[in-house]
């Protein structure tokens, strides 16, 4: 399907760490299905779209 360019090579050592110690992970973290978490991303978005409403509102009045 893809194919790599000439010249480049695989990099076999990177994904040989991936597989044994896997993704990145953050220590202490909330996890996403946690209620915890869930609630602090419904607060989150409530701000984003405000915060975006507020900017399209002063951008429409040309502030």
């Not at 602090?40 to 040309?62: I, T």
Request: proline share 3%; net charge positive.
């Amino acid at each position: 399907m893809f194919r790599r360019a000439s010249g480049q090579q695989k990099d076999r050592f990177g994904e040989f760490f991936f597989k044994i110690f896997g993704p990145a992970t953050v220590e202490g973290a909330i996890q996403g299905w946690q209620p915890e978490a869930r609630e602090q991303y419904k607060r989150l978005r409530a701000r984003q779209k405000e915060q975006a409403a507020a900017a399209r509102r002063d951008k429409d009045r040309g502030w």
